[in-house]
């Protein structure tokens, strides 16, 4: 089974209109000012679930800063799972900094969703508060034994919109205010996983973390997957492809040049996701 952890989808309100949004939430103008940022609804996702081979996907929204537009975003997500129960798998969105955030958190889980994510910061540089502003989330998290995803990126190399201002120091800590939790961090986590080869405490802090390839095609080199494997093994590697700012078919490509054994690609295109997200059970 193949199963994509990273995937955006958006209600017809906004994908038919957004350009009142853009002028009320700047997160969502850094990210989708351009005409070239592509909005899907749920049955685009799926045709191209069908041309690319994915089984099932996880989709989730948008961390919005006004607290209705959270909660309509949330609710679109929950209605395309019935919709398509054995295809979509869905997380819980919000703006951790919203006093609602954790309320809604609390809402959808109870409802059926499967993990809180993609959380993210990209207008503000991430600091030490965030193990505090996290901390109502990630109880949530606990309490229904699923796994909360983080966006991270690395902090060398070219500007893209998106890229936030947050160290990996501060996410290794907030990791390691939450030892309880399951954590998924997007993006090859920024590239934290290579300091799991320290050979003090933060292979034991990053052990409950998983990290997933989306964007991998535009920020790394295909061998990437060859030296994580080495590093963390492939059952932490989980398969994302940020869609639809690309199609799976180009992390396929990739995964196949990089001379990864069946095993491996087994792992990382689905088995990891279905022991992270506890679809086994």
Known sequence: MIIDCHTHIYPPFIRDDREPLLKIDPAFRLLYSSAKAKLVGAVGLIEQMDRSGVDRTVVFGFPWSDPELMRRHNDY??????????????FVCVNPRTSQAAAEVERCLAGGMLGVGELAFYTEVLDSTVVRILEPIASCCRDYRVPLMI???ERVGHWYPGKAEASLKVIYELIQAFPDNRFILCHWGGGLFVYELLKKEAGEVLSQVAYDTAASPFLYDPTIYAVAVQIIGARRILFGSDYPLLSPDRYFEEMAAAGLSEEDLSWIKGRSAAEWLNLNS
């Open 77 to 90: 997500i929950g209605e395309a799972a019935r919709r398509f129960p054995d295809r979509l798998l869905p």
């Open 151 to 153: 966006h991270t990126n």
